[in-house]
T-cell receptor, first 110, second 111 residues
Framework: KNEVEQSPQNLTAQEGEFITINCSYS?????LHWLQQHPGGGIVSLFM???GKKKHGRLIATINIQEKHSSLHITASHPRDSAVYIC????????????FGKGTKLSVKP | SQTIHQWPATLVQPVGSPLSLECTVE??????LYWYRQAAGRGLQLLFY??????ISSEVPQNLSASRPQDRQFILSSKKLLLSDSGFYLC??????????FGPGTRLTVL
């Protein structure tokens, strides 16, 4: 079993829909990251969470430490949101390396 | 502000040839540095990380090696590439308790 599981693997939505991507993890963490990878491969960090909820524009990320679960929400989705969204967790050690989920491929149709 | 550079952006190499990928960070000092690989259809995997000059930790045994000759320079190398080395290689930097910042990546194809 992977230490970080994401669902769904693939997601197709119509423009304007509310989108939720889920992430569950099985290890102790010091932080959880949501990353966005565009078709060219470049990765952008969207959020780093250790508790509660963060919001940036149309993106909202939540984390429940007790349940070891996080969600990424996109409100009023747009075709430019099409990308792979990756959940990654950082353990408690000082090295700070991330353990990644396999990603969720989102396609938003106009 | 901090920036991270990787080169080359793309690389096609024959099996058995050597490899050298370079990553440099600007605008910060003594960061943690990481090499990740994303193989086709798979998630990102940590290959190496470094907490300082000359300090390299390997996560996955393989025919790759890493070096950190300067504070803000991280190099990924191989003496003889395998077909299975093909993938997208990402360098990243961070400080403890901070987010990670990724370079633009190098797409390596081994033929």
């Amino acid at each position: 079993k992977n230490e970080v599981e994401q669902s769904p693997q693939n997601l197709t939505a119509q423009e304007g829909e509310f989108i939720t991507i889920n992430c569950s993890y099985s290890v102790g963490i010091s932080a959880l990251h949501w990353l966005q990878q565009h078709p060219g491969g470049g990765i952008v960090s969207l959020f780093m969470l250790s508790s509660g909820k963060k919001k940036h524009g149309r993106l909202i990320a939540t984390i429940n430490i007790q349940e070891k679960h996080s969600s990424l929400h996109i409100t009023a989705s747009h075709p430019r949101d099409s990308a792979v969204y990756i959940c990654a967790v950082r353990g408690g050690g000082s090295q700070g390396n991330l353990i990644f989920g396999k990603g969720t491929k989102l396609s938003v149709k106009p | 502000s901090q920036t991270i550079h990787q080169w080359p952006a793309t690389l096609v190499q024959p099996v058995g040839s050597p490899l050298s990928l370079e990553c440099t960070v600007e605008g910060t000092s003594n960061p943690n540095l990481y090499w990740y690989r994303q193989a086709a259809g798979r998630g990102l995997q940590l290959l190496f990380y470094s907490v300082g000059i000359g300090q390299i930790s390997s996560e996955v045994p393989q025919n790759l090696s890493a070096s950190r000759p300067q504070d803000r320079q991280f190099i990924l190398s191989s003496k003889k590439l395998l077909l299975s080395d093909s993938g997208f290689y990402l360098c990243a930097w961070s400080f403890p308790s901070m987010g990670q910042f990724f370079g633009p990546g190098t797409r390596l194809t081994v033929l």
